[in-house]
């Protein structure tokens, strides 16, 4: 099993724990006080979910919008351009994230990583969870047709 590696970032409610791999099955963990683990299978086309073990049910549309359904909660990651993106519960706002181009790096599994994430005021530690796992798992932005094509012909001849 490979040893998992640990990034810690400021959340509303303190340290937020995240604790990846990079092969050969990616997977990252989120962690916090008070707040619900989840773990996510990273992919900005077919990521997975689940809060405390349970599966969480997922869907993506053609703009590349991601949604999380938890309860009675419904999670949306939205993105507004490359590199940044709207978090919503229930159509609300709560985050803004920004992600950086590494993100977009060939080779790199997580897309999410590195992206900062700004919480509105009225969180709980729930959605900061959930949130901070989706666009940990998803990224922060969504990359047009003309850097997607790029970088698979990157990806395909190296």
Known sequence: MPKLRQRVVNGPF?????????????IARVQGAGMPTVTVVPDREH??????????PMSRTRNRTR????????YE??????????????????AHARGSFRSYSPGNTI???DARITWSQ???????AVGQA????????APGAVLRTVFFWVDNLT
Not at 77 to 94: K, P, Q
């Open 134 to 141: 989706m666009v940990i798992g998803f990224g922060a932005g």
């Open 111 to 113: 897309p999410g990583l």
């Open 67 to 74: 949604t999380a359904v938890v309860g009675d909660r419904s």
């Open 122 to 128: 009225g969180v709980d530690p729930t959605d900061v």
């Open 14 to 26: 303190g340290p937020i724990r995240i604790s990846h791999d990079r092969r050969p099955s990616v």
């Open 77 to 94: 990651l939205r993105a507004t351009s490359l590199r940044r993106a709207e978090l919503r519960r229930n159509g609300a706002l709560i």
């Open 47 to 56: 990521g997975a979910m689940n809060i405390n073990g349970q599966n969480v």
